[in-house]
Nanobody, 121 residues
């Protein structure tokens, strides 16, 4: 069983900061990539930030310079540091991981349940 557990969401005032955490647990052989997505009401789910095992990172244009993705390999945990938050950042944030559970298995995609981030003006 693989589970992604998110934490750190909540209510924050515009201009403030918040850090999201996502810990992947279970029988994990290798994590190829982890990232964060978000979905606001009436909008499609979109990539916020991600990184691969090779060290490359990818950010949505709307969050570049404000958000930083990082990870702790020993804990199978990914973080999203969010600074200078604005109302448009309000969304449900989902943790995503592409991983394999066995050495012989293919990479599969997993999602967390999502955590609400609300930014007030």
């Amino acid at each position: 069983q693989v589970q992604l557990v998110e934490s750190g969401g909540g209510l924050v005032q515009a201009g403030g900061s918040l850090r999201l955490s996502c810990a992947a647990s279970g029988n994990i052989f290798r994590i190829n990539a982890m990232g964060w997505y978000r979905q606001a009401p009436g909008k499609q789910r979109e990539l916020v930030a991600s990184f691969s095992s090779g060290g490359s990172t990818n950010y949505a244009d709307s969050v570049k310079g404000r958000f930083t993705i990082s990870g702790d390999n020993a804990k199978n945990t990914v973080y999203l540091q969010m600074n200078s938050l604005n109302v448009e950042d309000t969304a449900v944030y989902y943790c995503n991981a592409v991983l394999r559970v066995r050495v012989w298995s293919s990479f599969s995609e997993y999602w967390g349940q999502g955590t609400q981030v609300t930014v007030s003006s």
